[in-house]
């Protein structure tokens, strides 16, 4: 199975830049359905972005224009550049993968997990 692990979280001002990375061993992501996910404390995990496993990226209404998710599949990493950053974004972020073909915008729908990498956006 694969094993996701992600970087590039940090602290960052309003209107900033992070560029988020997951890192997959073990399997090859061309494999896998890939999105992102972040979970702000005390709130529900919601979906971020998603790449799939062929081709097409969607993202959730509040992030469409500031984030880009892609994927590197020489390298077996997928990325999520985020601009234009808010103190709203502030949450843990997750990786995620998942086996099939189809649109995945939903938590249960993915099989694999990262540990997160904590965003933090300071007013």
């Known amino acids: 199975q694969v094993q996701l692990v992600e970087s590039g979280g940090g602290v960052v001002q309003a209107g900033g830049s992070l560029r988020l990375s997951c890192a997959a061993s073990?399997?090859?992501?061309?494999?896998?359905?890939m999105g992102w996910f972040r979970q702000a404390p005390g709130k529900e995990r919601e979906f971020v972005a998603h790449?799939?496993?062929?081709?097409?990226?969607y993202y959730a209404d509040s992030v469409k224009g500031r984030f880009t998710i892609s994927r590197d599949n020489a390298k077996n990493t997928v990325d999520l550049q985020m601009n234009s950053l808010k103190p709203e974004d502030t949450a843990l972020y997750y990786c995620?993968?998942?086996?099939?073909?189809?649109?995945?915008?939903?938590?249960?729908?993915?099989?694999?997990w990262g540990q997160g990498t904590q965003v933090t956006v300071a007013s």
């Open positions: 995620a993968a998942d086996s099939g073909a189809g649109l995945r915008f939903k938590a249960y729908e993915y099989e694999y």
């Open positions: 073990r399997r090859p992501i061309t494999s896998y359905g």
């Open positions: 790449i799939r496993r062929t081709f097409g990226t």
